[in-house]
């Protein structure tokens, strides 16, 4: 029986920036399916909404960190669209497979585009934002990389930071291990979801982070299921 109270180091095959074939496009696609049904996407969403108060560019500049498949770009760019406002927005990830599926899977936006790129990498540090935003992507890092990319996000960032990740918590870890068990096609999310969560954090451990980042601006709400929405106002 895993220790829940501490976050777990295990290594998710995700984590290979080099995985590729048919795993790929089937586990973004059941990760779309999670957040869309789960409510996710309503988290990010609802803090999108939050910080575009702060921002007074004419056409906001936004990155989304660990894109994925794009999905979540995808959502932002058609909210974007209802407010009238423009928006320039990509979408970064390490694995340049994953950015080959998310380039097809969002061809139809002329918004949206892609780098595959480190975010510890010196190319990602000249990089500068309005927004930025990560969904289930904080947790595969350390306490220690977080903090520094707090600090460095803070001073590239305009108007906002917007994270939506994973709180570790029994019902949560053995839920969607049954879960995934039961009706995931892919390994890799079979393998990976139950560890994520166990990658997860606490309230206080974000706390903590951000507060080591040396960021006072921020909320911290809990959000079904089993989330976390932290908001860094960073222009404010």
């Not at 340049?96 to 380039?103: H, K, R």
């Amino acid at each position: 029986m895993p220790d829940l109270s501490k976050r777990s180091e295990a290594i998710e095959i995700m984590d290979d920036l080099n995985c590729s074939g048919p795993v790929i496009p089937q586990t973004l696609r059941e990760l779309e399916f999670i957040n869309k049904w789960l409510g996710g996407n309503a988290i990010t969403l609802n803090g999108l909404n939050k910080v575009l108060s702060g921002c007074s560019t004419s056409t906001l500049k936004i990155a989304d960190l660990g894109c994925g498949g794009g999905d979540m770009l995808m959502l932002i760019s058609q909210r974007l669209k209802k407010k009238n406002i423009a928006g320039d927005l990509l979408g970064i990830d390490a694995n340049p497979n994953i950015i080959a599926y998310a380039e097809n899977h969002t061809k139809a936006d002329s918004s949206i585009h892609y780098k595959a790129l480190n975010i510890f990498s010196e190319e990602f540090k000249k990089e500068n934002f309005d927004l930025v935003f990560a969904t289930l992507f904080f947790h595969h890092f350390t306490r220690e990389e977080l903090v520094g990319l707090f600090a460095h996000l803070k001073q590239v960032t305009s108007c906002g930071i917007v994270v939506n990740d994973l709180h570790r918590h029994p019902l949560a870890y053995y839920s969607i291990r049954l879960l995934t068990r039961l009706f995931s096609k892919s390994d890799m999310v079979k393998n990976d979801a139950p560890v994520s969560v166990h990658r997860g954090f606490s309230r206080n451990e974000l706390k903590e982070i951000v507060s080591a980042a040396g960021i006072t601006n921020y909320s911290l709400s809990w959000k079904w299921a089993f989330r976390w929405q932290l908001i860094i106002y960073a222009g404010r």
